[in-house]
C-alpha cells in the first residue's frame, strides 16, 4: 500500500465552488429546523448512530494496487454489495488531487472513513446538523431543493480524532474532506424488486456533496478554520426517516479497518434479523469479505484466508466474538479439486448481543416516539420542531435513562 505524502490542502477559493453545477447555485436559506435532528442527537459519548444504508456501502479504497494505477491517476472502482438482502452496484471515480506540486488521484480510504464518521459524530452531538433550501440550476431548469449541512471547526475535528486515537494534522484532515467532496459515487439497486422493476439509481454523486470553508484571519490559524458541510441524499434520507440505530463508538473507532466492516455487518444482522433463528450465530463466507469490506486482492487465496483470520481474531479478542468456526468449501474432484471459499459461523458475545438487542429496541423506541409526539405514522417528511416537540422528546429520553431502560452495553476495552 503506497503511503500518502504530506498534502498541501486545499484552498479556501476553490473550496467554495466543489460540487456545483456550472451555475453558481444561490446561498442556502435556513428554514424551521425538523424534529428528526432531536432524535438524531446524542448525548452519551461512546455511542453513535449507524446510517441503515449509507454506513454499508463499500466507498472506502484501503489498498490501492499497481492494477488500478494508471500512472498517477486511478482506475474506476466498480463493486457489488448488498443491504437488506437487495444487491447494489457501487461505481467510483477517484477524487483528482495536487500533492507535492503533483496532480494526481486518491480514494477514501480508512482515513476518510475515520473522519467521515467523526464529522457525523460531532454534529449531531453540538447539534449542527441544519436543515436548508435552495434553488438548483443546471441544463434543464431550476427547482428548490431542501439540503442537511453541517458547520464544525477544523480544530474541533482533529480533538475528536485525537481523542479516539487518530493523529492526523491539519492538512491530512484538510485533504481528507477534499477527497470526500472530488470523490464521485454512482449506486445501482440492479436486482428485481416484488413488482419486477429492475435497474434503480439510487445514488449519483460526491460522498460530500459541497464543501465551504471559512476563516476568521484574527484567530490562530486552526482555530479560525471552520467547514460548511452539504451531505449526501443517502444521509440526509437517512435522517429524515429516522433510519439509524445505536452502535459503540469506541469499538469503531478503535478496530482494524475490515474489523470494522465485519463488526458493523454483524450488528445490523443482529438488528435487523431475516428468520427466526438465532442472531447470536451468524454466518459469513470469506469470499463475501473479500468482495465487500475492500480489503483488496490477493493473488493466493490462502494469503486471503490468513489475512481473514487476522480479523476475526481481532473481534474475538475485543470481546465481540465469542467462537469462530471455519468451513471449507472446495469444488471439482480428483486431482482438480480445489478449496474454493471458506464459511465461517460465528458466535457472538452475549455483551454484543445485548447492544445489539439495545439497539434495535431505542430504534423503536424513536419511531414510536416520534408517532406519538407528531401524529404521523412515519417520519416520511421533515416535520417541524415545535418547542412543546422538542421538550417531549426530551423528557422521554431522560425517563429512559433515569430507569436504566436504554443503557447500552459496552465493550470492557477495545484493544487496538
Known sequence: MPRRSKPTGP???????????????????????????????QQDERVTKILRFWDHVPWAVLYKHDVMRSGAYLKMVTRAFDVGGRLHQLQMTPARLV??????DDYPGDREQLIELAIRRLAAMKREFRLHRKNASNVIGSKVVEVVALNLGIYEIQNELKRNGHEYNYTQILESIDILNKTHCSITAYDTDQD?????????????????????????????????????SLVADAIRGLDFYDVSYEALMKLKPVSRWIFKRLHHAMVFPTSNEDPRIQTIRASTILAYSGMGEYARLRDALKQI???????????????????????????????????????????????????????????????????????????????????EVAKRRTSRRTKGTSDLPLFGSVQD
Open 196 to 232: 419486477g422493476d429492475g435497474v434503480a439509481h439510487v445514488m449519483n454523486g460526491p460522498i460530500f456533496t459541497q464543501v465551504y470553508f471559512t476563516r476568521n484571519d484574527k484567530e490562530e490559524k486552526n482555530a479560525a478554520m471552520r467547514v460548511t458541510i452539504h451531505v449526501n
Open 11 to 41: 484552498s479556501t477559493s476553490t473550496a467554495l465552488t466543489r460540487g456545483a453545477s456550472a451555475t453558481e447555485p444561490s446561498k442556502p436559506t435556513p428554514i424551521e429546523q425538523p424534529i428528526q435532528f432531536d432524535f438524531l442527537a
Open 99 to 104: 500533492r507535492d506540486g503533483q496532480e494526481l
Open 309 to 391: 483470520m487476522i480479523y476475526l481474531d481481532d473481534l474475538k479478542r475485543n470481546g465481540i466474538i465469542e467462537e469462530i468456526m471455519a468451513e471449507d468449501e472446495w469444488e471439482g474432484s480428483g486431482r482438480s479439486k480445489r478449496k474454493a471459499d471458506v464459511s465461517y459461523t460465528i458466535r457472538m458475545s452475549e455483551e454484543f448481543y445485548r447492544q445489539s438487542i439495545q439497539a434495535q429496541q431505542s430504534r423503536i423506541e424513536a419511531l414510536t416516539d416520534f408517532r406519538d409526539i407528531t401524529g404521523q405514522a412515519t417520519p416520511e417528511v421533515w416535520t417541524p420542531a415545535t418547542p412543546t416537540a422538542r421538550l
